[in-house]
């Protein structure tokens, strides 16, 4: 069992600005958590904290019911898959989904027949068999996204993290990308926290939603319940910016699932 847990979590900088106050979530084990607002919200610096890539000011964030507080990103179980693929351009397909599984070093380094296995299971599953020897250049910008999950991934991480990955892909690549996305979670089911500013995005993908505003947790439910029972005007008029949109949209894809 994988929960996440923030409790009363706070980050404050040493200007005095406080980017995120007294967060308190629980991500269940299994479950698509979409953190949710808009720009300077605190969405992405909770996503950080979790990683451990920024410090936490007060308060314990909890990964398997140890707290990682003072745990290096490394040590915490985690994958992340950023804005930016960040992938190797002079590596192959095969050898960026690989890296991270080969530098593994002692005990936790896998047998070179393991990590072949999981590069051939990974590509089949994101649809990048043909594109495993070819560099980052050479593909599109969805399959570069696809590597990028896949690199995430192929550690068998114990959550998962994504900080706005598909906002550099066009329409038409963020929809492919966004059944994507839930199809493979519903097939591995590792706990996931996902950032985004875009309402569509986190009423498609979520399990439930995180809605913040001024580093403040505004309402924590189901998708549903946001936009049907909004706990105040702020999470009202933040959801409805886009309604007929989101509506017809959300429709659609539970339709398919």
């Known amino acids: 069992m994988v929960e996440v847990k923030f409790e009363n979590v706070?980050?404050?900088?040493d200007d005095g600005t406080v980017a995120v106050n007294k967060l308190n979530i629980t991500v269940r084990d299994g479950e698509f958590l979409v953190l949710v607002g808009?720009?300077?919200?605190?969405?992405?610096?909770?996503?950080?904290?979790?990683?451990?890539l920024e410090d936490v000011?007060?308060?314990?964030?909890?990964?398997d019911g140890n707290v990682v507080n003072d745990l290096s990103p490394g040590a915490r179980g985690v994958g992340m898959v950023f804005q930016s693929y960040a992938l190797y351009p002079h590596m192959t397909i095969h050898e960026n989904l690989s890296f991270g599984l080969r530098m593994e070093k002692g005990e936790n380094r896998l047998p070179n027949e393991e990590i072949?296995?999981?590069v051939k299971e990974t590509a089949e599953?994101?649809?990048l068999t043909e594109q495993l020897e070819k560099k980052p250049k050479e593909l599109s910008g969805g399959q570069r996204q696809r590597v990028a999950l896949g690199r995430a991934g192929i550690r068998r991480p114990k959550v998962l993290l994504m900080d706005e990955p598909l906002s550099n892909l066009d329409a038409e690549l963020r929809n492919q990308m966004r059944t994507e996305i839930r199809r493979l979670h519903d097939q591995f089911g590792t706990t996931t926290v996902y950032v985004t500013h875009d309402q569509i995005e986190a009423m498609i993908l979520a399990d439930r939603i995180a809605i913040m505003d001024g580093g403040e947790l505004q309402q924590h439910s189901a998708p549903l319940t946001a936009y049907n029972e909004p706990a105040n005007d702020f999470v009202s008029g933040f959801l409805c910016k886009h309604i007929d949109e989101i509506v017809d949209t959300a429709n659609r894809i539970f339709t398919e699932r």
């Not at 720009?39 to 909770?46: H, I, L, P």
């Not at 000011?57 to 990964?63: D, F, L, S």
């Open 10 to 13: 706070t980050k404050r900088y």
């Open 38 to 52: 808009p720009s300077g919200c605190g969405k992405s610096t909770s996503l950080r904290m979790l990683a451990g």
């Open 57 to 63: 000011t007060e308060g314990k964030i909890m990964i």
């Open 116 to 118: 072949e296995r999981r």
């Open 125 to 127: 599953l994101l649809s």
